[in-house]
């Protein structure tokens, strides 16, 4: 089992960049695949980016390619998501999934953990 815990989320100006991280409890991290989703009220939650196991291998949603760039550090149990070139249209709540079961490419959202959310507001 893991536990994950999102920071960063705040407000910033279009165009500007934040920088959430995840931290994950439990010795089995790196059997984890690890995913950013992302959720505006009375929509569904979406996929965002998702790593691999091993760090090596990213994917991302068409929304946030070439601006978002997903990352980790299997030392330390945590995930990153690095948010470049904002757009009011990022607001969300952004959260951290992990899933043993798949594949980093087919990461969804019956992920099997997920952290309580961390709230991003871009200003127009």
């Known amino acids: 089992q893991v536990h994950l815990v999102e920071s960063g989320g705040g407000l910033v100006q279009a165009g500007g960049s934040l920088r959430l991280s995840c931290a994950a409890s439990g010795r089995t991290f790196r059997s984890y695949a690890m995913g950013w989703f992302r959720q505006t009220p009375g929509n569904e939650r979406e996929f965002v980016a998702s790593?691999?196991?091993?760090?090596?291998?990213?994917y991302y949603a068409d929304f946030v390619k070439g601006r978002f760039i997903i990352s980790r550090d299997n030392d330390k149990n945590t995930v990153a998501l690095q948010m470049n070139s904002l757009k009011p249209e990022d607001t969300a709540v952004y959260y951290c999934a992990a899933d043993q079961r798949v594949s980093y490419l087919t990461m969804g959202v019956n992920s099997d953990y997920w952290g309580q959310g961390t709230q991003v507001t871009v200003s127009s």
């Open positions: 790593i691999s196991r091993s760090g090596a291998s990213t």
